[in-house]
């Protein structure tokens, strides 16, 4: 898989997070049904954009990528996203990207104007394909561009010459300078992924014209049947039913909602909403998620200290059939997450009734484990995950027995400090974050 990440200029925003968690999900599923997979998500290093925060900010485009990156990855540990496989940057591949603009040129696909080569489309009879496009009426409606000397309004440029002398640059055959946008793609699903690999991704933002044009450059240098074999986009975030824009003043980056919110409640906000539709954000949505997620969590906790003989009638079977199901359904997670609170609310009647045994309660939570494999919210943190709280607490109850009150109040503070609240209840020892 191959999907395209950020360009490195501003912090991350809530955008880049849904597509960030959309394609962590989809890559957990396809492991979760015991596929290998090698994930490639890349870092946009260099562009205009990168350039111009560069100068406003007094520095160099390096150090700003330098500087922006960490944030990234921060943000994205947060949110439970796995780490890639393979994290590249433009700035690492410039010699692929030449290597890929000298195949288009030797084959015909490019022209000369004075500030850089340019990507004829007129030349590629498959651009439009993947948008469903119609090229004649786009041309028609076209405005005209930055370069009015392009042959077409829609027309790309490859490799762009060097206009001030504090711009990155690098040595090419058709002069100093540096890569279009489109091309760095093209040059690392290429190095890193082939000719021919299974999945593209990315907000549907980039299916057109970024997609397009990786198709125009992958397929123009590689043959027919190269490139990605499928697309998928997700959807958009709009704010209260506006595009989310700084200049409108609802723009929000995730390190803002963070503050108030825990990231896995931003998390399973997203996945609350089948990947491909759009979201409607909203402080309400935060908080539907926050209770949602809260009521999973405290389900978590309920069985972790379930007691009780004897065996219910628990099909733990058909809801991981039909968990499956809706995620078989071109990643259907909204459908998954209703899978999960079903199964809250049976287990939970069977509870009231007396029914639950701890046999039962031990194999749903079982279940939830491998469902989070795919989902990654239903445990709260990965201090769960490594085991350490559990631990801690068996040894606080062991501390306990033994009238080593210095030591389990020592064991209560040290869970304190992680931010875990301990509450002994007749059924033992609960436990909730601070
Ligand atoms: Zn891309």
């Known amino acids: 898989m191959y999907v395209c990440g950020p360009t490195v200029y501003d912090k991350a925003h809530l955008g880049h997070g849904r597509s960030a968690v959309s394609f962590d999900v989809i890559r957990r599923y396809f492991e979760y049904k015991g596929n290998e997979v090698t994930y490639v998500s890349n870092y946009t290093d260099i562009d205009d954009k990168m350039i111009n925060r560069a100068r406003e900010e007094g520095i160099t485009v390096p150090e700003l990528a330098a500087k922006i990156i960490p944030i990234y ?71 005209v561009d930055v ?41 690392m699903t290429w190095k890193h992924l082939g000719e021919k690999f299974d999945i593209h991704g990315g907000g549907l933002d980039l299916k057109f014209p970024h997609h397009e044009c990786e198709v125009a450059q992958s397929v123009g240098a590689f043959g027919k049947g190269a490139f990605a074999q499928y697309f998928m986009h997700n959807g958009f975030i709009q704010v209260n039913n506006e595009k989310m824009s700084k200049s409108l003043g609802n723009f929000f980056t995730l390190e803002d909602i963070f503050k108030e919110y825990d990231p896995q409640v931003v998390r399973f906000m997203f996945l609350q909403t089948h990947y491909r539709n759009p979201i409607n954000f909203s402080d309400g949505l935060l908080e539907q998620a926050k209770a949602g997620l809260d009521r999973v969590h405290g389900f978590v906790r309920m069985l972790e200290v379930a007691t009780g003989a004897g065996d219910s009638s628990l099909d733990l079977d058909k809801y991981k059939k039909n968990f499956d199901g809706f995620m078989d359904n071109d990643f259907d997670t909204s459908g998954a997450l209703g899978v999960v609170f079903d199964l809250v609310k049976d287990v939970n009647t069977l509870k009231v009734e007396g029914k639950l045994s701890k046999k039962d309660a031990k194999g749903v939570l079982e279940l939830l484990k491998s469902f989070d494999e795919v989902l990654g919210i239903i445990y709260p943190g990965e201090i769960l995950l490594d085991g350490k709280v559990e631990h801690l607490i068996a040894a606080r109850e062991e501390a306990r027995k033994n009238k080593d009150y210095k030591k389990s109040d020592e064991i209560r503070a040290e869970l304190l400090g992680m931010g875990i609240v301990l509450e002994d209840t007749p059924n033992g020892t609960i436990w909730k974050k601070a």
């Not at 796995?82 to 590249?88: G, L, R, W």
């Not at 490019?110 to 469903?132: C, N, P």
């Not at 829609?154 to 279009?180: I, N, T």
């Open 73 to 143: 990855e921060k943000d994205y540990e947060a949110l439970g996203i796995k780490k890639p496989t393979i994290q590249p940057k433009a700035t690492d591949h410039i010699k692929e990207i030449i290597e890929i603009i000298e195949k288009l040129e030797k084959d015909g696909y490019t022209y000369a104007l004075e500030d850089g080569l340019y990507y004829d489309i007129s030349k590629f009879k498959h651009y439009g394909e993947l948008s469903g496009q119609n090229m004649d009426e786009l041309q028609a409606g076209a405005r």
């Open 147 to 187: 370069n009015d000397n392009k042959k077409g309004p829609y027309d790309f440029v490859l490799w762009k010459l060097q206009k001030e002398a504090d711009e990155p640059a690098w040595k090419s055959p058709w002069g100093m300078g540096r890569p279009g946008w489109h091309i760095e793609c093209s040059a």
